[in-house]
């Protein structure tokens, strides 16, 4: 074979490096974010955090004289990106990219999956009203874990230095829950190692020091399943017929209570139906979680992206500047880079990464302006949604946002993934305002959301003594013109978590 040249002509896509970290930051979430920064502040000198209240994203042309601004666009030709200064942050639409570049960052590189399941309305989103009557020791009493609850107790309690070690170790083998999750056998194994002789003894002072445990407060912690939670619970509270029926249904027939099988549970407890029914209000009345007071309600918190806000008759979307890094560029660095210019050597790889923390700031004010619009143009589709409440969501796809916006599916699809809205109906993930359309009589569309919500509407009117079944749903979504498979109705049900029709008949 003779060597050769030959000449080819291809398209390739090239991503530069401020494209690659665009797209990256776009699809971070909140947390995320602030942790990227936290990187960025430590890995460039010339990045810094906004100690005052100015404004978040400080345009540098406010900073630079005339002709140390023709120096700084000189030196940022030479890195191939133009940034001419204005009074405003770039938004996406205006970013110094190339034409060939923007179109990359906002068509985005890959698709992404979409499942449109509603976020859980987070505490955050009560948090925008004043509340005078707000105890702030209520908070304080919040921070309290269940181990730091039970550690005090144990401090006015007269046990032996064995006992009190023992009921330590119990204590922080407790689940979030309030729950023993390890058994006893295998605790005192992980603590007495090979010694036989030691893990017994070990084994009976455990035993010992979990019935101390069982008697604090709240009660119910240190049990070990469900039945024994309930139990602890029940023995507290005062003697009577119904309570030694509880007892024994906790014991021995929580599964028959579950399923509200009367005849089995009246068979096998020898009660009649009303002393049945009064065992299950003291059952009702237990808490089967403990633990859950104590839990940490900062972990729970969704802290929302966008707010939205009402003007006049419409509504507006303003982004949260709490989630808003304060970004700016040491001003002493850069003026040192800039009295330098022409040294090269140190000095260019200085000036490069004083581009690089510009680059980041723009791409940050990119992915919120990205944010913005995009929440924006779901707010104008859903409007009903926030006069009347999820019962008057329309259907949305992702591709009615792309179209709108001249972006890709997949750049909205990271926009809306991990990012929240607050609303006056709770806060949400973006991705809860899409759904299917389902087919009405009238030929029109109706919203998947819109039909859960109803479905839950539909759920709670309905007589306990007689819910309503999963084909009776579908009927009754049919009279009002909506057509739903009952099979439909049954995933819808089970995603609101609202328990099938035999599991709702009151007892």
Same mark, same amino acid.
């Given at each position: 074979?003779?060597?050769?040249?030959?000449?080819?002509?291809?398209?390739?896509?090239?991503?530069?490096?401020?494209?690659?970290?665009?797209?990256?930051?776009?699809?971070?979430s909140?947390?995320?974010?602030?942790?990227?920064?936290?990187?960025m502040?430590?890995?460039?000198?010339f990045?810094?955090m906004?100690?005052?209240?100015?404004?978040?994203?400080?345009?540098?042309?406010?900073?630079?004289?005339?002709?140390?601004?023709?120096?700084e666009?000189?030196?940022?030709?030479?890195?191939?990106?133009d940034?001419?200064?204005?009074?405003?942050?770039?938004?996406?639409?205006?970013?110094?990219?190339?034409?060939?570049?923007?179109?990359?960052?906002?068509?985005?590189?890959?698709a992404?999956?979409f499942?449109?399941?509603?976020?859980?309305?987070?505490?955050?989103?009560?948090?925008?009203?004043?509340?005078?009557?707000?105890?702030?020791h209520?908070?304080?009493?919040?921070?309290?874990?269940?181990?730091?609850?039970?550690?005090?107790?144990?401090?006015?309690?007269?046990?032996s230095?064995?006992?009190?070690?023992?009921?330590?170790?119990?204590?922080?083998?407790?689940?979030?829950?309030?729950?023993?999750?390890?058994?006893?056998?295998?605790?005192?194994?992980?603590?007495?190692?090979?010694?036989?002789?030691?893990?017994?003894?070990?084994?009976?002072?455990?035993?010992?020091?979990?019935?101390?445990?069982?008697?604090m407060?709240?009660?119910?912690?240190?049990?070990?399943d469900?039945?024994?939670?309930?139990?602890?619970?029940?023995?507290a509270?005062?003697?009577?017929?119904?309570?030694?029926?509880?007892?024994?249904?906790?014991?021995?027939?929580?599964?028959?209570?579950?399923?509200?099988? =009367? *005849?089995? @549970?009246?068979?096998?407890?020898? &009660? %009649?139906?009303?002393?049945?029914k #009064?065992?299950?209000?003291?059952? !009702?009345?237990?808490?089967?979680?403990?633990?859950?007071?104590?839990?940490?309600?900062?972990?729970?918190?969704?802290?929302?992206?966008?707010?939205?806000?009402?003007?006049?008759?419409?509504?507006?979307?303003?982004?949260?500047?709490?989630?808003?890094?304060?970004?700016?560029?040491?001003?002493?660095?850069?003026?040192?880079i800039?009295?330098?210019?022409?040294?090269?050597?140190?000095?260019?790889?200085?000036?490069?990464?004083?581009?690089?923390?510009?680059?980041?700031?723009?791409?940050?004010?990119?992915r919120?302006?990205?944010?913005?619009?995009?929440?924006?143009?779901?707010?104008?589709?859903?409007?009903?949604?926030?006069?009347?409440?999820?019962?008057? =969501? *329309?259907? @949305?796809?992702?591709?009615?946002? &792309? %179209?709108?916006?001249?972006?890709? #599916?997949?750049?909205?699809?990271? !926009?809306?993934?991990a990012?929240?809205?607050?609303?006056?109906?709770?806060t949400?993930?973006?991705?809860?305002?899409?759904?299917?359309?389902?087919?009405?009589?009238?030929?029109?569309?109706?919203?998947?959301?819109?039909?859960?919500?109803?479905?839950?509407?539909?759920?709670?009117?309905?007589?306990?003594?007689?819910?309503?079944?999963?084909s009776?749903?579908?009927?009754?979504?049919?009279e009002?013109?909506?057509?739903v498979?009952?099979?439909?109705?049954?995933k819808?049900?089970?995603?609101?978590?609202?328990?099938?029709?035999?599991?709702?008949?009151a007892?």
């Open positions: 074979m003779k060597p050769s040249l030959q000449v080819r002509l291809s398209q390739h896509l090239a991503l530069t490096p401020q494209l690659q970290q665009s797209i990256r930051l776009l699809q971070l909140t947390l995320e974010l602030h942790q990227e920064v936290e990187q502040l430590e890995a460039n000198p990045l810094e906004e100690e005052d209240a100015g404004p978040i994203f400080e345009p540098m042309t406010e900073r630079l004289t005339a002709s140390e601004q023709a120096g666009r000189e030196t940022e030709r030479a890195t191939e990106v940034s001419a200064g204005s009074d405003e942050a770039p938004g996406v639409d205006s970013v110094e990219l190339g034409a060939t570049e923007r179109e990359d960052w906002e068509n985005g590189t890959e992404d999956d499942d449109g399941i509603r976020e859980q309305p987070s505490a955050s989103s009560s948090s925008h009203n004043d509340n005078d009557d707000f105890d702030p209520e908070r304080n009493s919040v921070g309290e874990s269940l181990q730091d609850h039970l550690h005090r107790q144990l401090l006015g309690m007269r046990l230095g064995e006992d009190t070690a023992a009921v330590k170790v119990l204590i922080e083998s407790l689940n979030d829950d309030g729950y023993l999750d390890d058994p006893l056998e295998d605790i005192a194994a992980s603590l007495a190692g090979d010694d036989e002789e030691a893990r017994e003894e070990l084994l009976e002072r455990l035993r010992c020091a979990l019935k101390w445990l069982q008697n407060e709240p009660l119910g912690v240190g049990a070990r469900l039945s024994e939670c309930l139990t602890l619970q029940l023995r509270m005062e003697r009577c017929e119904a309570q030694m029926i509880a007892i024994l249904i906790c014991k021995q027939h929580l599964e028959l209570l579950a399923r509200r099988d =009367m *005849k089995k @549970l009246m068979a096998a407890t020898g &009660a %009649d139906d009303e002393l049945i #009064e065992a299950q209000a003291l059952i !009702v009345m237990c808490e089967p979680k403990p633990g859950r007071q104590f839990a940490r309600a900062e972990a729970n918190i969704i802290v929302p992206d966008v707010i939205v806000q009402k003007a006049g008759r419409n509504w507006k979307v303003v982004l949260n500047p709490e989630v808003m890094p304060k970004l700016r560029i040491n001003d002493l660095y850069a003026q040192a800039r009295g330098n210019r022409g040294a090269g050597g140190a000095n260019g790889a200085l000036s490069s990464r004083l581009q690089e923390a510009r680059w980041f700031m723009k791409n940050i004010q990119q919120f302006d990205t944010i913005q619009r995009v929440s924006q143009a779901i707010v104008e589709r859903q409007k009903s949604f926030f006069t009347h409440g999820e019962i008057a =969501m *329309k259907p @949305l796809v992702l591709r009615e946002i &792309a %179209d709108e916006l001249g972006l890709h #599916e997949s750049t909205i699809s990271r !926009v809306t993934t990012k929240y809205m607050a609303t006056m109906f709770g949400f993930e973006l991705k809860y305002f899409f759904g299917s359309s389902l087919n009405t009589e009238a030929g029109g569309n109706a919203s998947s959301t819109a039909v859960r919500a109803l479905i839950k509407q539909l759920v709670a009117a309905e007589d306990p003594a007689k819910p309503l079944s999963d009776q749903l579908s009927k009754m979504l049919e009002q013109g909506i057509q498979a009952r099979r439909t109705v049954a819808y049900r089970e995603a609101l978590r609202i328990a099938p029709a035999n599991l709702r008949k007892m």
